[in-house]
């Protein structure tokens, strides 16, 4: 009888450990999808070829691949969950940044819609530089300056930023961003948000020949 019960335990134990790997391994690969900005729906297509290739390489498992859910909604939901866990993990570690600095670029993509790139770098206690891709806003309708700043303004306080350790704003120096009257860099001191502000302006799409030009 102990040893039945220690059989049933064990398989139990089997059990949840293919799962739980099966659950894990739907993650990765709805990572690595995301990653190649690949449809969702090329689960449904990995998972035929992943179950192709267990017949032929090692057919013992092929019922381990299969529990590998990869549905078009399965993706879907991995990813939503992902993107969260990422974006609470860019939270903690602005939180902990005692100086950071921002730098902006709007453009236009393929679709003819504007886009904001947002950038920020920071610095935390233990002299740790992060820099990462804070959000890509599209605007949508028009791109002046109060547009831009709304937008900024918008997706650094989503995420908790401490405007009083704002050092530095770089942007590309279009007259929408760095206009004395009315840009992006005047707002955020008219505005008063960042009394720390140097509003540091670069002009990020100064070319190493057009700097050899103006000598």
């Known amino acids: 009888?102990?040893?039945?019960?220690?059989?049933?335990?064990?398989?139990?134990?089997?059990?949840?450990?293919?799962?739980?790997?099966?659950?894990?391994?739907?993650?990765?690969?709805?990572?690595?999808?995301?990653?190649?900005?690949?449809?969702?729906?090329d689960g449904e297509l990995v998972k035929t070829c992943m179950l192709k290739a267990a017949e032929v390489v090692c057919p013992e498992k092929r019922p381990a691949f299969a529990n590998i859910s990869l549905t078009r909604n399965t993706v879907a939901d991995r990813v939503t969950e992902l993107s969260s866990d990422l974006s609470s993990q860019m939270k903690e570690k602005i939180k902990s940044f005692i100086a950071f600095s921002i730098a902006i670029d709007e453009s236009t993509d393929v679709t003819d819609i504007a886009q904001l790139a947002i950038f920020?770098?920071?610095?935390?206690e233990t002299l740790t530089i992060t820099e990462e891709l804070l959000e890509l806003v599209p605007m949508n309708d028009t791109?002046?300056?109060?547009?831009?700043?709304?937008?900024?303004?918008?997706?650094?306080?989503?995420?908790?930023?401490?405007?009083?350790r704002a050092v530095s704003l770089a942007t590309d120096g279009a007259p929408s961003m760095v206009g004395r009257k009315a840009g992006v860099a005047t707002k955020f001191r008219d505005k008063d948000l960042t009394p720390n502000i140097d509003a540091l302006v670069k002009a990020k799409r100064c070319q190493v020949s057009g700097a050899s030009s103006s000598k």
Not at 2 to 26: E, H
């Open 143 to 164: 791109t002046t300056a109060d547009d831009i700043f709304s937008s900024l303004v918008g997706a650094l306080d989503k995420v908790g930023v401490d405007w009083s």
């Open 120 to 124: 920020i770098r920071g610095v935390d």
């Open 1 to 41: 009888m102990v040893a039945g019960l220690k059989k049933q335990q064990s398989a139990f134990t089997r059990s949840r450990d293919i799962a739980d790997g099966a659950v894990r391994a739907s993650y990765i690969i709805a990572n690595e999808l995301m990653q190649a900005s690949k449809p969702f729906s």
